[in-house]
């Protein structure tokens, strides 16, 4: 199975902040990795497609890039409705894997 | 619009059976695919495997293989995931989510308990 190591697993931040997570592959998965966003008691939200392309309605503070097996979101200028906890997920074979998540809070 | 909704919560006995449903609408049900992904109390989301709507063959991720079973009523456009022989490291929240995991159901908590 492919693995997907995350990091970090928690991450203090101040509004207004620029922060970054990120999500290694341990094989090639290409472009297939979607990130998603989930607040307690609510059903994840998809937020990235295609490691870089925003899903419909997501503010365009968010972003998604990928350097060889690194994946990463970018959230620019933090706001306090992204406090959140951050998972990545690979759909490039099966079974599809996802990271273990990033609890994004406020420092 | 695009709604999954899925069963209420349940509460169960381990060795007991628990069958959840997701109906869907807005969209041609068998034009995408239906997974499910658990997430236990706490804990992060695991993917439990996939059905084709259209031929209703499913697929399980390895630790949901024998006591899972995903199936259709697609007359219904109802997605439905069994489990039997439940164990309390079943107690969960399970989410039913279209193909894309753009749109996802609520998620239903089963609860395993003696």
């Known amino acids: 199975d492919i693995q997907m190591t995350q990091s970090p697993s928690s991450l203090p931040a101040s509004l207004g902040d620029r922060v970054t997570i990120t999500c290694r592959a341990s094989?090639?998965?290409?472009?297939?990795l979607r990130w998603f966003q989930q607040k307690p008691g609510k059903s994840p939200r998809l937020m990235i497609y295609?490691?870089?392309n925003l899903a419909n309605g997501v503010p365009s503070r968010f972003s998604g890039s990928r350097s060889g097996s690194d994946y990463s979101l970018t959230i620019n200028s933090l706001e306090s409705e992204d406090m959140a906890i951050y998972y990545c997920?690979?759909?490039?074979?099966?079974?599809?894997?996802f990271g273990a998540g990033t609890k994004l809070e406020l420092k | 619009q695009i709604q999954l909704v899925q069963s209420g919560p349940e509460l169960k006995k381990p060795g007991e059976s628990v069958k959840i449903s997701c109906k869907a609408s807005?969209?041609?049900?068998?034009?995408?695919?239906m997974h499910w992904v658990k997430q236990a109390p706490g804990k992060g989301l695991k993917w439990m495997g996939w059905?084709?709507?259209?031929?209703?063959?499913?697929t399980y991720a390895d630790d949901f293989k024998g006591r899972f079973v995903f199936s259709l009523e697609a007359s219904a456009s109802t997605a439905n995931l069994q489990i039997s022989n439940l164990k309390n490291e079943d107690t969960a929240t399970y989410f039913c989510?279209?193909?894309?995991?753009?749109?996802w159901g609520q998620g239903v908590m089963v609860t395993v308990s003696s």
């Open positions: 989510a279209r193909s894309g995991l753009r749109d």
């Open positions: 807005g969209y041609t049900f068998t034009d995408y695919a």
């Open positions: 059905i084709n709507t259209y031929t209703g063959k499913p």
């Open positions: 094989q090639d998965i290409g472009n297939y």
């Open positions: 295609g490691a870089t």
């Open positions: 997920l690979q759909h490039n074979e099966y079974p599809n894997t």
